[in-house]
């Protein structure tokens, strides 16, 4: 099949299969969780401890989705992808994002050439200019060394590298720090530029295309800045090439900015946005952990990109837990999917895996254009545990609605800290913690039935609100510690989960159409915003009387 004609998968006689098998299911996770069960539901990938015996299925269910996959070509299009076949068929691109892993002995033709040497031509430069920053051979106009690093950059360009730089944080040089701008509200650059000192600042700015709006606004606006504050005298051609960097495919455009393009750092149009924190968009994350434990990232992708290529599909986690999401959207009625990390330091996690999975997966045709007759991508959310304990696990415990969940912990705490409790004991933090972790998704689980509550002395009346039914699905991945290479397997964990899904649905996962609408919109509603009355007219009417409050109200 490759980037042949999709299969509608309704047509499968495994989906067939799954319907009727969704209208007798009868979730009983407390019979069916045996010792045999969570034994034959624990896998491993790399690094990862996955559990997923808490999910809502059967012996029948399992093999229905695998024969789903099958009937789907799931491993022909997986090929395609690893090849280099163009799947983003709407964009004529091939998707390459694991070629950006691949060692550097390896080999991938493409369009008659080989991308590997490439792929680690560009790692070696962006690593050698990392490397000047951390020693301090790299330095602003005036002499001073690099101190904090601006990446300017959104979606894609921005969300990884926010996302991973939080979370490998005890990997990071001291004194030196990262500072993160996306939006066009000013508000964010003004925040993030506030006591910044220009002589030690260095701009990164991040952009596929190098023709996104808010960043090429932020990075106008960040020149500015710069040259209207360093000491007089500083010559501002000199000063833009020692305070800005950039990383794009459009090395053109970069020079047009004023970039020196020595100083510019390229990839692919076979890199997606969302699928690029490990290219050269990856910069700011490089310079602050370090090329070493950013090439230890690499090898955690890889090493899950392989388990995902060979794995057998038993055993195949990603695989897996893409049919999971499949059968929990399009067969038991789930809308959204819950990433639940027990580690503060992935609290960008979950917004990092909206983008990933809902501009994949967000679409209503196939990639040859024809529309889809059923559920696609999941919303995607998630706070890190605890916090989301004491805010919305309220709903996902007792509410109306099916909220599959993945919960994600470390054994190893990235800061180790022990209280001394109310009686003198000393209480590891972590393993306090932890029990959070495991207790929740016990409770999800097997929930507390009625005659339970009313054996713990409950009064009648309150029996049903304390009642919890269970039967709520969750999956559960470890890992030893958090380290640059675990970070890695997660994220291309959820990337071939992603992948998974929109394969068995016969999108395009790697287009985003979506966002055009609105871009052109903006464009367009500039001049009316700015009081250009005519224009203003020929918006409807809610627009109009909007833009109407906006003028009433500027001050
Ligand atoms: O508008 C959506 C999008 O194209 C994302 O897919 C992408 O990650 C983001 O904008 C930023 O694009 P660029 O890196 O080209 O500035």
Redesign the pocket.
């Known amino acids: 099949m490759s980037a042949g004609e999709p299969v509608d998968p309704t047509t499968t006689a495994a989906w067939a299969r799954l319907a009727g098998l969704a209208d007798a299911y009868e979730a009983d996770l407390r019979g069916t969780l045996t010792t045999s069960w969570v034994e034959k539901h624990t896998l491993l990938a790399g690094d990862l401890h996955v559990d997923l015996s808490k999910n809502l299925v059967d012996d029948a269910v399992e093999e229905a989705l695998l024969a789903l996959a099958d009937e789907v070509d799931l491993a022909g299009r997986r090929q395609a992808m690893f090849s280099g076949e163009r799947i983003n068929v709407t964009e004529d691109r091939a998707v390459l994002h694991t070629a950006l892993r691949l060692p550097a002995d390896a080999s991938l033709t493409v369009d008659g050439q080989d991308v590997v040497p490439e792929v680690h031509e560009v790692l070696a430069r962006a690593y050698a200019f990392a490397d000047r920053v951390r020693s301090g051979g790299w330095t602003g106009v005036t002499g001073r060394r690099i101190e904090t690093i601006v990446n300017i ?5 921005d969300l990884g590298p926010v996302m991973a730089y939080e979370a490998l944080e005890p990997y990071r040089q001291e004194g030196l720090t990262c500072r993160f701008i996306s939006n066009i509200d000013p508000t964010d650059a003004g925040q993030t530029l506030s006591g910044l000192d220009p002589e030690t600042t260095l701009f990164i700015v ?7 709006l808010e ?1 090429l606004t932020n990075a106008r606006l960040c020149r500015a800045w710069l040259l209207d504050r360093l000491p007089d005298g500083a010559d501002p051609e000199a000063a833009v090439a020692q305070h800005f960097v950039a990383v794009s495919t459009a090395l053109d455009k970069v020079a047009d900015f004023g970039i020196d393009p020595e100083n510019a750092f390229g990839f692919w149009d076979w890199v ?3 699928y ?1 924190m490990d290219s050269a ?1 990856g910069l700011s994350l490089m310079v602050a952990i370090g090329p070493e434990h950013f090439g230890d990232m690499l090898g955690g992708f890889h090493a899950m990109d392989e388990h995902f290529r060979t794995a057998p599909a038993a055993a195949n986690v990603p695989l897996r837990m893409g049919l999971l999401n499949v059968w929990y959207t399009n067969f038991l009625g789930a809308h959204t999917h819950a990433v639940l990390p027990y580690a503060q330091l992935l609290h960008r996690f979950p917004a990092y895996l909206q ?1 990933l999975t809902m ?1 994949s997966n967000g679409k209503s045709v196939r990639w040859d254009g024809t529309p889809v007759d059923h559920d696609t991508g999941e919303v995607f959310w998630g706070e890190p545990g605890t916090n989301g304990q004491h805010a919305f696990y309220q709903l996902i415990h007792q509410g109306t609605r099916l909220v599959p969940a993945d919960f994600i912990a470390f054994a190893r705490p990235a800061y180790a800290l022990t209280d001394t409790g109310p009686d003198g004991q000393s209480i590891d933090v972590h393993e306090l913690f932890l029990a959070n972790f495991f207790a929740q998704t016990k409770a999800l689980a097997f929930g507390r039935t009625a005659d339970e509550v009313r054996a713990e002395g409950v009064a009648e009346e309150l029996v049903s609100a304390r009642t919890f039914p269970g039967n709520r699905p969750t999956t559960s991945i470890m890992a030893p510690a958090l380290t640059p290479s675990v970070l890695g397997q997660l994220v291309a964990l959820y990337e071939h989960i992603t992948f998974v899904q929109g394969a068995v649905w016969g999108i395009d996962s790697f287009d ?1 159409w979506g ?1 055009e609408l609105g ?1 052109q919109l903006a464009q367009q509603l500039g001049p009316a915003v700015s009081g250009d009355a005519a224009v203003a007219a020929e918006q409807d009417p809610s627009t109009q009387s909007l833009i109407a409050y906006y003028q009433e109200n500027r001050g």
């Open positions: 950059g959104i979606g894609g360009s991040s952009s596929k295309t190098f023709g996104t960043t997606g946005g969302r690029s968009i983008q501009e985003q966002v871009k």
